[in-house]
């Protein structure tokens, strides 16, 4: 990967990575480049490199035996493994596990080992079970829970992710149609005020990036919550910009981040936003993470992807 030192970002990437790591980026091994920002003035541009399954296994055998990940593929459980490269952990002590469907019986022996490894698990258990009540769209599911993750400091998981699927789908007019509003209006029932908050941002980015819900997360920790999401999904020909900046339209210092996160895509445009997703922090600030898959020229140039 060429880095343009004039860049803001291609700077700070270069402070932020070793060299084969910047390497890895544009490689086969990385399923998401992440770019993540916010709405504090202070807070920069903050990075994360999300290793696909089979690198992600090795690094996990290599450095990192977890009672939990070893309990999910003992069972058959484990769906996926991404392993987490950040600014602040090179130790590959964050991971994303995707869950095979499981059973009623399984989900129930899942939480029990969750509710052994994780401290603080008992305390969110029943905010999850809750949320975990809305359909996926999968027959073969029988929880929308599709995502768990977690951040470890010494050994001890300090921060456990939840993330739900967004999948349902109704045929209306002999066509599929994605319920997003189902998604958006069971959230809003469940009376959760960061959630709330986030909607109305939601509902503006669907319909100014033309885009589709994916799933919702939650990060929590010994205290509280400390995140809360929406993902939206981009198809190939999304404005995404243009509907970010839209949608941030009061929101000065997030504007100005996406300007500098288009002008940097506009320099490497072998990257293509696929996902992003808008979220509010523990701090209260309104926080936004865009997902970045690799393209190549001719790619992009079938695709007509928008800058």
Same mark, same amino acid.
């Given at each position: 990967m060429i880095l343009n030192k004039k860049n803001k970002i291609d700077k700070k990437i270069l402070k932020t990575f070793p060299k084969e790591v910047i390497e890895n980026i544009k490689s086969d091994v990385v399923d998401y480049f992440g770019v993540n920002i916010n709405s504090n003035a202070k807070?920069? +541009?903050?990075?994360?490199?999300? =290793?696909?399954y089979e690198l992600s296994m090795k690094k996990y055998e290599e450095y990192n035996?977890? #009672?939990?990940?070893?309990?999910?593929?003992?069972?058959?459980?484990?769906?996926?493994?991404?392993?987490?490269y950040d600014?602040?952990?090179?130790?590959?002590?964050?991971?994303?596990?995707?869950?095979?469907?499981?059973t009623k019986a399984?989900?129930?022996?899942?939480?029990?080992?969750?509710?052994?490894?994780?401290?603080? +698990?008992?305390?969110?258990?029943?905010?999850?079970?809750?949320?975990?009540?809305?359909?996926?769209?999968? #027959?073969?599911?029988?929880?929308?829970? =599709?995502?768990?993750?977690?951040?470890?400091?010494?050994?001890?998981?300090?921060t456990f992710k939840c993330h739900w699927f967004n999948e349902f789908i109704e045929i209306e007019k002999n066509k599929p149609v994605r319920k997003n509003s189902y998604y958006l209006n069971f959230l809003a029932k469940r009376n959760i005020p960061e959630f709330n908050e986030l909607i109305p941002y939601a509902k503006s980015?669907?319909?100014?990036?033309?885009?589709?819900?994916?799933?919702?997360?939650?990060?929590?920790?010994?205290?509280?919550?400390?995140?809360?999401?929406?993902?939206i999904g981009?198809?190939?020909?999304? #404005?995404?910009?243009?509907?970010?900046?839209?949608?941030?339209?009061?929101?000065?210092?997030?504007?100005?981040?996406?300007?500098?996160?288009?002008?940097?895509?506009?320099?490497?445009?072998? +990257?293509?936003?696929?996902?992003?997703?808008?979220?509010?922090d523990k701090k209260n600030n309104l926080t936004l993470n865009l997902y970045f898959e690799v393209f190549s020229i001719s790619d992009i140039r079938s695709i007509g992807y928008k800058l």
């Open positions: 807070d920069n +541009f903050f990075f994360k490199i999300y =290793y696909d035996s977890d #009672p939990l990940i070893n309990y999910l593929i003992n069972q058959d459980m484990l769906g996926g493994l991404q392993t987490v600014d602040n952990n090179n130790e590959f002590a964050r991971c994303e596990i995707g869950l095979n469907c499981l399984e989900y129930e022996n899942l939480f029990k080992i969750l509710s052994k490894n994780i401290s603080f +698990f008992d305390k969110y258990k029943n905010e999850i079970l809750k949320i975990s009540k809305m359909k996926c769209g999968d #027959p073969n599911r029988t929880s929308s829970l =599709y995502f768990i993750g977690f951040k470890k400091q010494d050994s001890e998981i300090k980015a669907l319909k100014n990036c033309q885009g589709r819900l994916i799933m919702e997360g939650i990060d929590y920790n010994q205290k509280t919550s400390e995140k809360h999401k929406i993902y981009c198809y190939k020909k999304s #404005p995404v910009y243009d509907g970010l900046i839209k949608t941030f339209q009061e929101h000065k210092e997030i504007i100005n981040k996406i300007n500098a996160i288009r002008e940097w895509n506009n320099i490497h445009t072998e +990257f293509c936003c696929a996902i992003f997703a808008i979220g509010k």
